[in-house]
C-alpha cells in the first residue's frame, strides 16, 4: 500500500520504501511546504515493484536495513525497471565499505540517515534535471547515430559480475583478463610503470592485478576497450588520440591522489579515477563520428578564442562531457562517475556543496596542460574558483598545484 503526500504544485514524483513507517514525517514535510514535490511511501517491496512498473518517477529511495545485499538487489531492480530515475540509499553508516561499494554503482547519492527532505530537495531537482538533460532525444539521437555498441563491452561486464560475487577469486578474474590481449598488456603497463615504483619487473598477471585493485582493472579494461573502438582515422592530423588517453590516464591518477588528499572514501577514489580515464571520451567519439567537421570546431574555436565545449554546444545542441554522459548512464556507469564526466568542464552547474568526483575530475584536468592541439586549440578545463569555493575547498589548491605538476613533469615526458 501507499500513502501519498502533496506539494501545493508540484513537478517530480518521489517514491519511498517506507516498511517500518519511519518516514511519515517527510510527508509531513511535503505537504506543509511549498516544495514541487508529490512524494509516495510504500510499506512492502512488492507493493512499491507493483507501483514502479506502472507509473514513472523521478526519485526512489531505499533506507538502508541491516540486510544490505538485499537493498543493494532491490535497488538494482529497480534500475532494471526505471533506468531514468534517481536512485538513493538512505542511512548506509552502518554497512561495511564492501557494501557501500556495490550501492554506489547503482545509486546517485547515498545520504545520512539524519537528513529530512527540505534539506535534500535542491539536490534532487538537481539530479532528476541532470538524467533529463542525459535523456533528451537530439542527444539519444546522436549516440544511436554513431554505432555504439547497446551494452558495456563485455570484458567490463564479466568485471562487474566478478567484483559483485562473493566467491569469485583472483583465478577467475585473471582468466577474464586473459581474454583480452590489449587489456592484459595495458594492466602489466601499468603495474611496471614509475607510477607504482616498484624495484623489480612484475611479469604475472594475478600479481599485477593484485596490485591494481580489481575495480581499478575493471575501469582500465572498459578504457582499452573503449579506445579500440574509437579510433583515429588515418587523415587525422588535429591531435593524436594516443596522445589524448596518456593524458586521461594522468588526469584519472591525479584525480585519484587529489580524492587521497582530502581523506575521500576508496569508493570515491575509485569512481573519479574511472571518471578521470573517461572524461574526454566524448572528444574522441565525436572526432572520430565526423573528423571533418570536428576539425573545424577545433579552428573555429580556436579563431573565435571560445572553449571547444561552447563551440561543441553552438553546433550540435550538446558537448562532448554530455555525449560521453549519455554513453556511460545507457551502460549503467555509476551514476557519479557519468555526472564528474558529463561536468568536468562546467562543475557549477552542479548545485552540490560536498567534494565528490566531479570535483577531483575538475581540478585535475584543470590543473594539466592541455595535448598539444593544430591550431593550439586547449582542451583543459579551465579551474572554476567559484565551483570550488561552493564545495569550500578553496584552501586545498596550492597543495594540489604542488601534486599537479609530478604530473605535468610526468605528461611532458610521456611516462
Not at 607504482?196 to 575493471?218: C, P, Y
Request: aromatic share 8%; hydrophobic share 45%.
Amino acid at each position: 500500500m501507499g500513502t501519498v503526500a502533496k506539494s501545493s504544485s508540484h513537478n517530480f514524483r518521489a517514491a519511498m520504501l517506507d516498511v517500518e513507517g519511519g518516514y511519515a514525517g517527510w510527508s509531513k514535510d511535503v505537504t506543509e511546504s511549498d516544495l514541487n514535490w508529490d512524494f509516495v511511501r510504500f510499506d512492502s517491496k512488492d507493493s512499491l515493484i507493483t507501483q514502479l512498473e506502472q507509473q514513472v518517477y523521478d526519485v526512489v529511495f531505499i533506507p538502508c536495513s541491516m540486510r544490505a545485499l538485499v537493498d543493494i538487489e532491490l535497488m538494482n531492480d529497480i534500475q532494471k525497471i526505471q533506468p531514468h530515475t534517481v536512485r538513493v540509499f538512505i542511512g548506509a553508516e552502518f554497512w561495511n565499505a564492501s557494501y557501500k561499494s556495490k550501492a554506489a554503482d547503482s545509486a546517485h547519492r547515498i545520504f545520512p540517515s539524519h537528513i529530512s527532505f527540505p534539506e535534500i530537495s535542491d539536490e534532487l531537482d538537481y539530479l532528476v534535471k541532470l538524467v533529463k538533460l542525459l535523456n533528451r532525444s537530439s542527444l539519444q539521437s546522436y549516440i544511436g547515430s554513431i554505432g555504439c555498441l547497446p551494452t558495456p563491452p563485455r570484458i567490463y561486464r564479466k568485471l562487474t559480475d566478478a567484483v559483485s560475487s562473493e566467491i569469485a577469486d583472483l583465478g577467475d578474474i585473471s582468466h577474464i583478463v586473459e581474454q583480452d590481449p590489449a587489456v592484459t598488456a595495458q594492466v602489466m603497463k601499468q603495474v611496471n610503470s614509475a607510477f607504482f615504483g616498484l624495484n623489480r619487473q612484475i611479469s604475472d598477471l594475478k600479481e599485477a592485478i593484485s596490485l591494481l585493485g580489481v575495480r581499478s582493472l575493471r575501469s582500465i579494461a572498459l578504457s582499452c576497450q573503449l579506445n579500440e573502438q574509437f579510433k583515429q582515422s588515418r587523415d587525422w592530423d588535429a591531435f593524436d588520440f594516443e596522445k589524448i588517453n596518456q593524458r586521461s590516464l594522468l588526469v584519472a591518477r591525479l584525480a585519484q591522489a587529489i580524492c587521497r588528499r582530502v581523506g575521500a572514501s576508496k569508493v570515491m577514489q575509485e569512481q573519479a579515477f574511472l571518471a578521470g580515464l573517461l572524461h574526454d571520451l566524448g572528444i574522441l567519439i565525436m572526432a572520430s563520428h565526423d573528423p571533418e567537421q570536428y576539425k573545424k570546431l577545433l579552428n573555429y574555436a580556436v579563431k573565435k578564442q571560445k572553449p571547444i565545449y561552447l563551440v561543441e554546444k553552438a553546433a550540435f545542441g550538446f558537448f562532448h562531457g554530455e555525449v560521453a554522459g549519455a554513453l556511460l548512464a545507457l551502460w549503467n556507469i555509476p551514476p557519479q562517475v557519468v555526472e564528474a564526466v558529463m561536468l568536468h568542464h562546467v562543475p557549477h552547474l552542479s548545485n552540490s556543496k560536498e567534494f565528490t568526483p566531479l570535483t577531483a575530475v575538475h581540478v585535475a584536468d584543470a590543473m594539466l596542460p592541455s595535448v598539444p592541439v593544430e591550431g593550439e586549440c586547449d582542451l583543459a578545463s579551465h579551474l572554476s574558483l567559484r565551483y570550488l569555493d561552493q564545495v569550500g575547498v578553496m584552501e586545498e589548491v596550492p597543495q594540489w598545484r604542488i601534486v599537479a605538476n609530478e604530473y605535468r613533469v610526468r605528461m611532458v615526458s610521456n611516462i
